[in-house]
């Protein structure tokens, strides 16, 4: 493979159109001569005065270069992937329809090869070596070469280093902070005068609650404070002991609620009065 086909050679990254060196942009090259010597001057009509020129750029700022270049007639469609190159003209000037110059641009790092350099003859019988024909545009013929090229290899950033150096320094260093819980635990209260039946309820609620605190261990109690009626405080403040509360058995609860439904037995025993027609006499 030779020098020019893998050397530090920078691949082209735009394509344009332009009037004239002043309205050529910044990093673009402007393609004044054919390889033959003659004026690469587009020209629209043959009463113009002004033309337009083809030039390209090889700013990898953008991080895109040109892998493709096509010419299409005004009758055939835009290919896909590619688009028409920019104009960059003077006022009320225009670049003819009848054919125009299309490229496909693709970033760099996505291709090992692009167009390299691009360069115009006269309508003639004309060859360059080792570039490749494009089409006839214009009264010119356009020419690409394409190759490997040298991609641009990136920059580390700078970084900026924001700490002071004294605070590297280990001959003063105060001493480390007590640790402190950044949720302490709550001030414990003097024990209040709760009966043990409370108690106990307080100690199967936090059992039933879930380790981890969601939402599913709330209930409809929950927030609700629970306090006895002042009538049972009294007594047990009084006697200092549990509520005398009477323990029922299952006998004693039936015997003192029991009911047999004795009347509504009867009433559905009862025999509905038949109801004879009238006009039909009652079978004996």
């Not at 004239?20 to 009509?45: M, W, Y």
């Not at 356009?142 to 290899?153: A, D, E, H």
């Not at 629970?226 to 609860?253: C, G, R, V, W, Y």
């Not at 039936?254 to 009433?267: G, I, K, L, R, W």
């Amino acid at each position: 493979m030779s020098v020019m086909e893998r050397g530090n050679v920078r691949p082209v990254t735009a394509v344009a159109w332009a009037s004239n060196s002043g309205t050529c942009p910044k990093d673009f090259t402007l393609i004044s001569l054919t390889e033959d010597g003659a004026s690469a001057n587009f020209t629209r009509t043959f009463g113009m005065k002004s033309g337009y020129y083809l030039c390209y750029s090889k700013d990898s700022a953008g991080g895109m270069v040109v892998s493709d270049i096509r010419i299409i007639s005004d009758k055939d469609s835009l290919p896909h992937g590619y688009c028409f190159i920019a104009e960059h003209l003077e006022p009320k000037a225009t670049v003819s329809k009848k054919k125009r110059v299309c490229v496909r641009i693709v970033p760099v790092g996505s291709v090992e090869t692009a167009v390299l350099d691009i360069k115009l003859t006269a309508k003639s019988k004309m060859m360059l070596q080792h570039y490749t024909f494009v089409g006839d545009i214009h009264g010119y013929v356009l020419w690409y070469r394409k190759g490997y090229f040298s991609k641009p290899t990136p920059q580390a950033k700078p970084r900026s280093v924001s700490l002071d150096i004294r605070q590297l320094s280990l001959e003063q260093q105060s001493p480390p902070l007590p640790l402190r819980p950044s949720n302490p635990p709550p001030p414990q209260l003097p024990p209040s005068r709760l009966s043990h039946r409370r108690h106990t309820l307080q100690t199967k609620d936090e059992l039933d609650k879930p380790a981890d605190g969601s939402i599913h261990g709330i209930t409809a109690l929950d927030g609700v404070p629970f306090s006895l009626h002042p009538k049972f405080e009294t007594q047990a403040n009084e006697t200092n002991s549990d509520l005398n509360i009477p323990i029922k058995s299952l006998q004693d609860i039936e015997n003192e609620y029991n009911y047999t439904f004795s009347v509504e037995e009867n009433a559905a025993k009862r025999i509905r009065p038949s109801v004879q027609m009238a006009g039909i006499p009652s079978t004996q």
